[in-house]
Structures are given as structure tokens and as C-alpha cells.
């Protein structure tokens, strides 16, 4: 038996999933998306902790009960995601996923979130080629990644202020939007002209990105309506592309410096279709293919914690975080 229980509280999504390392598929999986933080736009952290707890271990008994046997009861080893994340979130599933191992005497594996971004497109594309370009776009971080194999990653680039998702909840909120608003933005830019307005880009230096001077930009022409006649859909659109173009711009160069050909995006904001499209096309223009894992396993969920600790137990000399053999 080699079931993986996998949980994620870095932020304010309750995950937790199981993972059958031998046959390598995913057994069952639970997500929560916390809405009590619209209120408050943006995430309060001890709001977030108490929700986890709450919440995870009735429906870690429920993932259990409904796996098929003989894989339920106990796991062969608990995952959790150690950090990066909110301090009181993940201290609620360390305590929580170390509790569980020491009841059931297996192993508890420390997991960083970035990694198991990093791994999730493999949860779609198991065969994914090696090395890849990663662009790791959520609410919490901009990165961009060359991926030489499984667990051996560099960072190439990142944002120098704030994420791209950070940065799509700003100026949705400031749109009327509400919190978090990437999802309503692309709606909303459906029915505005892209063109309308030009923002200016978020790329910087070589591969890095810059979200603040954009947000300003985008604040300027939302308080200042009477000045042009952009609807909010051309604001959206016209912040929403030049975004898609920023992004695609830097993660092209690296293609083309490391002469790399492969794509993936990962993170909440790789589910956006107009920043899909023009990641699509850097890579087929370098003769490579995009790759981005299905929309629920871009944002923050448990099976990719999965499959970075199944990753880490098969080549846990390459990784950083540790596997705690028995507690
Ligand atoms: O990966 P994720 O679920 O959580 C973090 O680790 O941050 O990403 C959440 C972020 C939010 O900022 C949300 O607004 C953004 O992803 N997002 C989108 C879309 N769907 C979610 N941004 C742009 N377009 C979308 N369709
Ligand atoms: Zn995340």
C-alpha cells in the first residue's frame, strides 16, 4: 500500500487529497474555497487558520471512507504543505498532519507549496518533457522557473512588488468586482475592446515582472472616468492584455535564452484564457507546446501536494523541505 494524504492550508483554500504513489493516480480529492474573507478583501489569516481547522479533519474522515478499499483507514504517509503561506494557516496543518502520523506511526512530508505548483501540470500530463519553462502565476507569487527535471528547479525571474493575481484582485475590486475578482475581471473584459486603452507593461529587466505602477495606471482612469469614455469592460480588457503580453514577453525571451521549447503554467491566474493564448503562442513559436494543469488544480489544492511529496520520496536528496520517517 503506498497512499499519499495530502492536505493544503497555505492560504484559504481546506484541501485534501489522496494519491496512490505505485499507480500513480489520484484516489479522491477535497477542496474549499473560504468565502468569508470577501468581506474583508482580502485573506485575514487567523480567519483562515480557523476555518482549516473547522473543516479538514471531517473531510480527511470523509476522503478516507470513500476511497476504495483496501486504500482507506490509513495512508502509508501524510503530506502537508510547510510554507511558503500564511504563518497561522500552515501551523494548523503542521501540527494537524503531524498529529495524524504519530497516531498512525508513518511518515509525515513537509512539502513547499512552490514545488507542488511547480509538479501539478504533471497531474494532467504525466509524461511532461523535461526541461520546461514554468511561469508560476497566483495570488501570492509571479515566478518564472527553469525546470530541469522532477524536484530540480531555478528561479529565473519573478515580480519586484506585487502578483499577477494580487494585481487582478486590485483592480477588480477597484472595477466593483468584488473580492477575489480574477475570474469576474475575464468575464467583464469579454464585452470591452482590448485596444481602448494601453496600459504600459509589467515586464521588467530580463525576466522579471512589475504590477504596482500598472494598478495605479488602471486606479488613475477608474477615478478619473469623466476624463475618457472607457467602460469598465475596456479598462478590464485593456489591463488584461497588456498583462497576457507582459507575461508571454518575458517568459518568450527565457525560452529563447535557454534555448527551452516546453511551457507550463501553474497558479490561480493560469486559469485566465487570454493570458492561456498568448503563453500558447510563445511557446509554439519556439516549437514547443503549453501545458497547464485542469482549472481546479491550478489553484491551491491537495493533489499537487501530493505528487510533490510522492516526488520528494522517490529523490528527497534534491529537495530542500525533509520527510520526517517517523514521528
Ligand atoms: O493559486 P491560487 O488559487 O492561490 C494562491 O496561491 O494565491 O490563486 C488565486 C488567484 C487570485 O488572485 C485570483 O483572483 C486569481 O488567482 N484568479 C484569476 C482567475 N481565476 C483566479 N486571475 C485571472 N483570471 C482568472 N480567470
Ligand atoms: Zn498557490
Not at 500513480?24 to 474555497?33: D, F, H, K, P, Y
Not at 480574477?182 to 482590448?194: F, H, I, S
Amino acid at each position: 500500500m503506498g497512499i499519499i494524504l495530502a492536505i493544503e492550508t497555505s492560504c484559504d483554500e481546506t484541501a485534501c487529497a489522496l494519491y496512490d504513489r505505485p499507480q500513480q493516480t489520484l484516489v479522491g480529492e477535497w477542496v474549499r474555497s473560504q468565502a468569508q474573507h470577501r468581506a474583508y478583501g482580502g485573506v485575514v489569516p487567523e480567519l483562515a487558520a480557523r476555518d482549516h481547522l473547522a473543516h479538514l479533519l471531517p473531510a480527511i474522515d470523509e476522503l478516507l471512507r470513500a476511497a476504495p478499499a483496501p486504500n482507506a483507514t490509513r495512508p502509508a504517509a501524510i503530506a502537508y504543505t510547510a510554507g511558503p503561506g500564511l504563518a497561522a494557516a500552515l501551523l494548523l496543518g503542521a501540527s494537524l498532519a503531524n498529529a495524524l502520523a504519530f497516531a498512525w506511526n508513518i511518515p509525515a512530508i513537509a512539502v513547499s507549496h512552490l514545488d507542488g505548483h511547480i509538479a501539478s501540470p504533471r497531474l494532467r500530463y504525466p509524461n511532461l518533457p523535461y526541461p520546461h519553462l514554468c511561469l508560476l502565476v497566483s495570488g501570492g507569487h509571479t515566478q518564472l522557473w527553469r525546470v530541469n527535471g522532477v524536484g530540480e528547479h531555478t528561479r529565473l525571474g519573478s515580480t519586484l512588488d506585487d502578483a499577477a493575481g494580487e494585481a487582478f484582485d486590485k483592480v477588480a475590486v477597484l472595477l466593483g468586482l468584488g473580492y477575489p475578482g480574477g475570474a469576474r475581471l475575464e468575464q467583464l473584459a469579454k464585452n470591452g475592446n482590448p485596444a481602448a486603452i494601453q496600459f504600459s507593461s509589467p515586464a521588467q529587466g530580463d525576466y522579471d515582472f512589475s504590477f504596482s505602477g500598472l494598478k495605479t495606471a488602471v486606479m488613475r482612469r477608474v477615478t478619473h472616468p469623466a476624463e475618457s469614455k472607457l467602460t469598465p469592460a475596456d479598462i478590464a480588457a485593456g489591463f488584461q492584455a497588456v498583462v497576457a503580453a507582459g507575461l508571454a514577453q518575458q517568459v518568450q525571451k527565457a525560452m529563447q535564452a535557454h534555448n527551452i521549447t516546453h511551457l507550463t503554467a501553474v497558479g490561480g491566474v493560469a486559469r485566465n484564457n487570454t493570458i492561456a493564448a498568448a503563453l500558447r503562442a510563445a511557446a509554439h513559436a519556439q516549437g514547443g507546446q503549453f501545458y497547464r494543469p485542469h482549472a481546479k488544480h491550478c489553484s491551491d489544492n491537495a493533489a499537487m501536494v501530493a505528487l510533490a511529496a510522492a516526488h520528494m520520496q522517490a529523490q528527497p536528496a534534491t529537495y530542500a523541505y525533509t520527510i520526517n520517517p517517523k514521528s
